[in-house]
């Protein structure tokens, strides 16, 4: 089963159960693969539906931060509620120690890496890893192991 068929399969299971927060965050992320799919005209594939429901995930969590600055808890929940829905589409989430072991390989295996050149390396790692953590642990991880090399 597809990860679309998967997403519209769950969307009927909610509104059976008539979840309100598990039915809209879904509701949401249709729409925004809707979206991509008639910006690019064709049917997508998983992978590019996992990047929207990461970007989903993204969204949601900056939201959240400007939430709480404003002091608004009850929509802080709700868009916890809803990204704790939708992060079970995602692929098991690597570990620290995983993504240090996958920088480490990285800066071995390629030239450009050994020279410390941190473009290289975050595009290499982010290859790699495919929506299996989110870029900005990626980053920090990637800055701390160049950090503790030099």
């Known amino acids: 089963m597809s990860l679309k068929e998967q997403i519209m399969n769950d969307l009927k299971h909610y509104m059976k159960e008539k979840n309100e927060a598990a039915l809209n965050a879904i509701r949401l992320l249709r729409a925004d693969i809707k979206n991509a799919e008639i910006d690019k005209r064709k049917e997508l594939s998983d992978e590019e539906v996992l990047q929207i429901i990461s970007s989903s995930i993204k969204k949601r969590k900056e939201s959240i931060e400007m939430y709480k600055k404003g002091s608004r808890q009850d929509l802080v929940v709700k868009e916890t509620e809803e990204i704790k829905v939708i992060e079970k589409y995602l692929p098991v989430q690597l570990s620290d120690e995983e993504i240090r072991i996958l920088i480490r390989e990285t800066i071995d295996e390629e030239e450009e890496a050994k020279k410390k050149n941190f473009g290289v390396i975050m595009k ?27």
């Open 124 to 150: 290499k790692v982010i290859g790699k890893i495919k929506n299996r953590a989110e870029g900005s642990k990626v980053n920090r991880l990637v800055k701390e192991i160049i950090d503790g090399i030099k």
